[in-house]
């Protein structure tokens, strides 16, 4: 019964409720197939990969990247709901293929400025398509569209709408910290807003079409034709599921010093998103946010899944009349806070550090992203990521990327001081390919007092390394290992000097230019 960990699993399970409910009502309305959609595919997808998926405290459901795409997927398909419920049915299809094969493995690979460009891009379509409802207009179905129409939207407010709708981004950019350790902001706006809103019967826009019935199958087309002309739609829809789903474990593997099977995840994930095509409900992936929620509460075991999806069940049951009466502005207000948080802000403070090939990539997958389709910011920036660093490898073709056997004169210092300083070389190019196998090594180094990492490439550090640096940094401060960082190359010395804002573990004094200097001071220290 104590392996069960059943209370800690029911504490992690209702906080991970309590941010999933109006993130599922949001997301299923910004999808275009509704708030029941979006909050049954929470119920759904966390009762299936509770049974089936990694015995891990992942908590799935609706997520802005899927809702954002299943919308693109409405858009592209006319509103024709049968059609879209194949696309969803075809991409789930597609994430159980992928499940079976390496690809899991691989997906960890993507570099960093796609990844970056895509997500703030994500969150810059939430934002733009979810202003016109805030003031109470329409909602649009494409960013262009949205943008286009501003000036009508700007003056025709509905007055109203704006109020309530500005109130809640209020409260969701200020609520005081003391106050959400216990509640979610957007718990409290949702609950708020709503209770104002009926009790001073403003008249506003409300969701009013949430059924506490039992979502019925639904039998999706089907035709040759249909999977020739959706494959990019699907493949995109399966290829984000995953790359989320796998983020969310990597993160939740850290927090819980556990390893998760990826390929299992991503099986779950795929069945899982069936159930859910097939009863037209909203397809999801693992949730980061409310994973790391219901851990930091006690969660242990996918139990935690469970427990969720019952207390979903429970809400919805319980409450239906209040959800009918939530406003839609009030859950525009929410998606706004939601795209805020999905934009990759941090990496604003590394852009004057980065190689400007990686400012491109970024730039040109986030234009892509917003303005012109998913599936095409995807895979050019890939392409264009690949193509610039096989330019680099071609103007380093005596690169290698591993780290190096120890020098004798290097093994004798290490002996000596009996394995409390470690000496390691980053030989070749300290770029995203390499960031995984680099970065694990970091958790090996047992009994250590002080690294001495020294990197003899003169190719400046990428957005990934610089966040893989700032990462090594971190796992060794927790470690209370000592970071020695030894750059031989002028520029690349120059450039980590320069990180105040990224490198803010580290004293500049630890870092040199000759490895015999950090030996010496690190002998010193040890003594």
């Excluded at 090996?444 to 990197?455: G, S």
Aim: charged share 15%; proline share 3%.
């Amino acid at each position: 019964m104590n392996n069960l960990n059943l209370k800690g699993n029911l504490f992690g399970a209702i906080t991970a409720s309590i941010i999933a409910f109006p993130q599922a009502l949001a997301f299923g309305v910004a999808s275009g197939l509704g708030a029941s959609a979006g909050l049954w595919g929470a119920i759904i997808l966390s009762i299936i990969t509770g049974l089936f998926g990694c015995n891990i405290p992942i908590v799935s459901g609706p997520t802005g990247p899927s809702s954002i795409i299943i919308a693109t997927i409405i858009l592209s398909l006319n509103n024709d709901l049968k059609s879209v419920l194949f696309v969803l049915l075809f991409a789930s299809i597609l994430q159980i293929i992928i499940s079976l094969t390496s690809i899991p493995k691989f997906i960890k690979y993507v570099p960093y400025p796609v990844i970056s460009g895509f997500l703030t891009g994500i969150g810059l379509i939430i934002i733009i398509l979810q202003i016109s409802p805030l003031l109470g207009g329409k909602i649009y179905a494409s960013t262009t569209e949205a943008i286009k129409n501003y000036p009508i939207i700007l003056t025709n407010i509905d007055l109203n709408s704006a109020i309530i709708g500005i109130i809640t981004l209020f409260i969701l950019f200020f609520m005081p910290k003391i106050i959400t350790k216990f509640l979610p902001s957007q718990l409290i706006a949702l609950i708020i807003m709503t209770i104002a809103v009926a009790l001073l019967n403003i008249d506003v826009e409300k969701i009013s079409s949430v059924s506490f019935a039992l979502p019925q199958f639904q039998m999706p087309n089907f035709s040759l034709n249909l999977i020739s002309s959706t494959l990019t739609l699907a493949l995109t829809l399966a290829f984000i599921s995953s790359s989320e789903s796998l983020l969310t474990g990597i993160i939740v593997d850290s927090l819980t010093k556990t390893r998760h099977d990826s390929k299992k995840l991503i099986l779950a994930q795929g069945v899982g998103n069936i159930f859910c095509a097939l009863t037209g409900s909203m397809n999801g992936a693992a949730a980061t946010m409310r994973s790391v929620a219901a851990i930091k509460n006690g969660s242990t075991t996918k139990l935690t899944q469970l427990f969720s999806a019952l207390i979903l069940i429970m809400v919805l049951l319980k409450f239906n009349n209040f959800i009918s009466q939530i406003p839609i502005c009030v859950l525009s207000a929410i998606l706004i806070k939601i795209g805020y948080d999905i934009l990759d802000l941090k990496v604003i403070k590394v852009l004057k550090h980065a190689p400007k090939d990686d400012l491109f990539v970024l730039l040109a997958v986030l234009f892509l992203t917003v303005f012109y389709n998913l599936v095409s910011a995807l895979g050019i920036g890939i392409v264009l990521a690949s193509l610039l660093y096989a330019k680099r490898l071609a103007d380093n073709t005596n690169i290698k990327n591993k780290i190096q056997d120890y020098t004798k004169d290097e093994i004798k210092i290490e002996k000596e001081s009996h394995y409390k300083i470690r000496i390691l070389h980053i030989d070749g190019q300290f770029f995203f390919g390499s960031i995984s196998q680099i970065v694990s090594h970091f958790d090996e180094l047992l009994e250590t007092k002080f690294v001495i990492l020294t990197y003899s490439s003169n190719s400046l550090l990428d957005m990934s390394a610089i966040f893989a640096l700032e990462d090594i940094i971190v796992r060794l401060k927790a470690q209370k290992i000592k970071l020695y960082f030894v750059l031989e190359n002028d520029d690349v010395y120059n450039q980590v000097k320069s990180m105040d804002e990224v490198v803010n573990y580290i004293d500049k004094e630890c870092i040199f230019k000759d490895e015999n200097e950090a030996i010496k001071l690190a002998k010193d220290n040890l003594k």
